[in-house]
């Protein structure tokens, strides 16, 4: 443990000389981590901390993001695992056998692989630690639109946009400048989302990994039709879509926790 959390220290640093187009930045997948654990059981929660000690779990989110500053490359085959390209408007059925043909691996291919380490108690518990903070970071990755993109543009990378006058790009603006513009912290931000409603609560958690995918895939069709190429954009972006931005995160948050639920629990 103090040689995972001496290295992840290591790599906190290493991000103020190296920059990456992040999915949800570092706020949002702190806010993700925290949705989650305030809705673990009293027995996923004792596991959890048995784990990884008692810190919060948002602490490790951004961890497999981190990593990609070592200069090593020793995590660099993780990269793929992030996201999925898929055409866009396909049919869900079409979608899903689009997600099963991708050869390498993927964030559709690593979620259950990261689920089953956690979940193998045979297993070191190193390798299980670093199973359970790729997992807690990719169901993140999962909820934002441009991680399940169009390989055309590498989920939104290369499409050029300007945010307040700023030169950014397409994804940049999903990862971090709307949920920046909120001006929470990860606590606030997930107190302000966080819901209480038990019906609610199991619709979001109900569905298959697919169905979770395609529903993320529809939201990058409209995010990609409703946001041509150099465009400027400002209160207004905000303004359109802020409520499912706001989905998004409780939407990671709640899936997450059914995950961890069902395997610490």
């Not at 810190?55 to 992030?82: E, R």
């Amino acid at each position: 443990m103090k040689y995972l959390l001496k290295f992840v220290l290591m790599t906190l640093a290493l991000l103020m000389i190296v920059q990456f187009s992040y999915a949800w930045g570092t706020t949002g997948h702190r806010v993700v981590a925290e949705i989650a654990q305030r809705n673990l059981t009293k027995k996923a929660q004792r596991n959890l901390y048995k784990l990884m000690g008692k810190g919060p779990l948002a602490f490790w989110a951004n961890w497999p993001d981190f990593i990609k500053s070592d200069t090593t490359d020793k995590w660099k085959s993780t990269s793929p695992w992030h996201y999925v390209d898929v055409q866009g408007h396909i049919s869900e059925p079409d979608f899903i056998q689009a997600l099963k043909d991708i050869s390498h691996k993927s964030l559709y291919s690593q979620i259950p692989a990261m689920e089953k380490q956690l979940a193998d108690k045979s297993l070191p518990v190193e390798q299980r630690k670093i199973a359970l903070m790729f997992l807690v970071h990719f169901i993140g990755d999962l909820e934002q639109p441009l991680h399940v993109g169009r390989p055309d543009d590498a989920g939104g990378n290369k499409i050029t946009e300007y945010w307040f006058g700023k030169k950014t790009n397409l994804h940049s603006i999903w990862d971090s400048e709307l949920i920046d513009f909120q001006k929470w912290s990860y606590t606030e931000y997930a107190t302000v989302l966080n819901i209480d409603d038990k019906n609610q609560i199991k619709a979001i958690q109900g569905g298959s990994l697919e169905d979770w995918f395609y529903q993320s895939h529809q939201l990058a069709d409209e995010v990609y039709d409703r946001t041509p190429a150099n465009s400027r954009l400002s209160y207004d972006y905000n303004y359109i879509f802020i409520n499912k931005l706001n989905q998004q995160l409780l939407y990671g948050g709640l899936r997450l926790a059914k995950v961890l639920n069902e395997i610490l629990g």
